[in-house]
């Protein structure tokens, strides 16, 4: 049960410090190199890629408010459902910046390989844009991770994790 708290709380730390741009947590916390696939954008290949990626992330969600909405630790993975909202400062999805609300959710499946994560998937994504006038929009990639088959505690995950 220890393990699986300090697994929890480890990944909790390290989801908080990525949006802040620690390189302290990516040099922690991730692999050197790192397999990704379903994240918006690119898929991260490396430890300075997923960072990148996080930093990507900061630069599109000006004023940025982020949460775990769930995490779920069970031996070496954990899932995060998370969401992230802020003003749509850069371009992203191919969408020029809006100055309007977006926001974002979806699930990030890690797997951890001697303490430090090497796998990652993302998926159940949901972007939304939202006018001063109350307009929502949903932005949909055109190929995403296939429908996930697989359960982790019950949660719907990536068909590859096993």
Excluded at 39 to 50: D, L, V
Excluded at 51 to 68: E, M, Q, R, W, Y
Excluded at 79 to 107: D, P, Q, V, Y
């Amino acid at each position: 049960m220890q393990q699986h708290q300090s697994l929890n709380a480890e990944i909790d730390r390290f989801l908080q410090g990525a949006l802040e741009g620690s390189d302290a947590h990516f040099e922690r916390y991730v692999s050197e190199s790192v397999s990704c696939w379903g994240f918006p954008e690119f898929n991260p290949a490396s430890r300075h890629e997923f960072k990148g990626f996080f930093n990507l992330l900061t630069d599109v969600f000006a004023s940025a408010s982020f949460t775990v909405d769930q995490l779920l630790t069970s031996g070496n993975e954990a899932l995060a459902s998370f969401s992230i909202s802020g003003i749509h400062h850069e371009e992203f999805l191919g969408l020029k910046a809006t100055g309007c609300l977006l926001s974002m959710r979806g699930r990030l499946l890690m797997r951890i390989k001697e303490g430090r994560i090497n796998q990652s998937w993302m998926y159940d994504k949901s972007v939304q844009l939202i006018t001063p006038a109350g307009l929502r929009f949903v932005l949909q990639a055109v190929a995403d991770v296939p429908a996930p088959l697989h359960t982790v505690h019950g949660v719907l995950c990536h068909p590859s994790i096993r």
